[in-house]
């Protein structure tokens, strides 16, 4: 079983809309996601962090967790080209016997429409 | 500017060579990572390290070695027994090895064997 899933896009939002980007996982126990934007030949950049369910707003971007349906998204109002890029979503997973560590998704590809 | 720094950008390497990527940081953080990317693929952990003199295997430590001497330093070795090293290496590092610890990236080394 995949531990956490994305939908490997493109997905295609015209400029000024909301783009919507959805993650799910499948350890009950995770407690930490993290959504990354990665430009192609680029480094990761964390845009957010959440810890609890409900929602985490920072700008245009808000972060949605809902730890029953083990799903995470991220929505970005008012999307501009320059968020054309690719967005993973990473969470915690608790291994037995072993420490907790970071699962990446294999990422969404946004692409902005101008 | 704090950050995290990694040399070379872009590595070439005949079959057969070891080579080593380095990676540093002034963040003051104890943890650090190295994860690899290929195309189309998640990161995925090749060793990490939550403190000075120690570190720990990832999901895919074959064919790598690491030391961490220093704090501010976590260079990784890439030896010939690696059989498919071609990738993109990502460093990063977080204030602690808890996976609730935000991890920040370097740029990146771009790996080629020829």
């Known amino acids: 079983q995949k531990e956490v899933e994305q939908n490997s896009g493109p997905l295609s939002v015209p400029e000024g809309a909301i783009a919507s980007l959805n993650c799910t996982y499948s350890?009950?126990?995770?407690?930490?996601f993290f959504w990354y934007r990665q430009y192609s030949g680029k480094s990761p950049e964390l845009i957010m962090s959440i810890y609890s369910n409900g929602d985490k707003e920072d700008g245009r971007f808000t972060a949605q967790l809902n730890k029953a349906s083990q799903y995470v998204s991220l929505l970005i109002r008012d999307s501009q080209p320059s968020d054309s890029a690719t967005y993973l979503c990473?969470?915690?997973?608790?291994?037995?016997?072993?420490?907790?560590?970071?699962?990446f998704g294999k990422g969404t590809r946004l692409h902005i429409l101008p | 500017d704090g950050g995290i720094t990694q040399s070379p950008k872009y590595l070439f390497r005949k079959e057969g060579q070891n080579v080593t990527l380095s990676c540093e940081q002034n963040l003051n953080h104890d943890a650090m990572y190295w994860y690899r990317q290929d195309p189309g693929q998640g990161l995925r952990l090749i060793y990490y390290s939550q403190i000075v003199n120690d570190f720990q295997k990832g999901d895919i430590a074959e064919g790598y070695s690491v030391s961490r001497e220093k704090k501010e330093s976590f260079p990784l070795t890439v030896t010939s027994a690696q059989k498919n090293p071609t990738a993109f290496y990502l460093c990063?590092?977080?204030?602690?090895?808890?996976?609730?610890?935000?991890?920040?990236f370097g740029p990146g080394t771009r790996l080629t064997v020829l």
């Open positions: 350890d009950r126990g995770s407690q930490s």
């Open positions: 990473a969470v915690n997973i608790r291994p037995m016997n072993r420490d907790d560590k970071i699962i």
């Open positions: 990063a590092s977080s204030t602690g090895g808890a996976a609730y610890n935000e991890q920040f």
